[in-house]
């Protein structure tokens, strides 16, 4: 778990976004105009924190190392959590759209996509990461675990704390 702890890191900080969405219906009913506002700083959230920072180091790094060392859950595990992450990528899209027409398409969109992601962080955590850590090398996980860090480095460290802490300023809206 140390190799992969900046991945279950990042988890804990997507799970309390989902966990925001979740509760947002009375925002939703009481404020649909602030609703909107809070969504689309949510989407901003998973666009440029869940996908640019995590799914990245997952698509350039950890996956392809995986399928490199296992053919079977390349072609099994590997696929699937590929697609998912492009499915997101398309929900988003859709909420975002939503947002300017139906409302109220738009917050069940985005709850559909936090269960989806929900779903998929479990099967991650409980499965994938587990199996990264006896599949690889300490040596190819360690080197993996310093990539991660390179990625966030070049992503900009301020920019991704500034998105786990603007979790707290989007709370703050409720």
């Known amino acids: 778990m140390e190799y992969t702890k900046i991945l279950y890191d990042e988890h804990e900080v997507i799970i309390s976004a989902v966990e925001m969405i979740e509760s947002s219906e009375s925002l ?36 392809p190392k995986i399928s490199q060392e296992n053919e079977v859950m390349g072609m099994n595990i590997i696929a699937e959590m590929l697609e998912n992450h492009n499915d997101f990528r398309d929900y988003l899209s859709e909420i975002e759209e939503c947002l300017n027409s139906d409302i109220s398409k738009a917050f069940l ?5 936090c269960e989806h992601l929900s779903d998929h962080i479990s099967v991650e955590n409980e499965e994938l990461f ?11 996980l360690e080197t993996m675990m310093y990539q991660f860090q390179d990625i966030d480095r ?21």
Request: hydrophobic share 35%; with cysteine.
């Open 28 to 63: 939703l009913n009481d404020d649909p105009e602030k609703w909107k506002v809070f969504c689309k700083k949510m989407i901003y959230f998973f666009r440029n924190y869940a996908d640019k920072y995590h799914h990245h180091k997952e698509e350039q790094l950890l996956f």
């Open 154 to 174: 070049d992503l900009g460290e301020v920019k991704k704390k500034e998105l786990e802490e603007s979790l707290e300023e989007i709370k703050q809206m409720f």
């Open 109 to 113: 969109k985005i709850s559909d996509y």
């Open 130 to 140: 587990i199996s990264v850590e006896t599949l690889l090398s300490e040596n190819d």
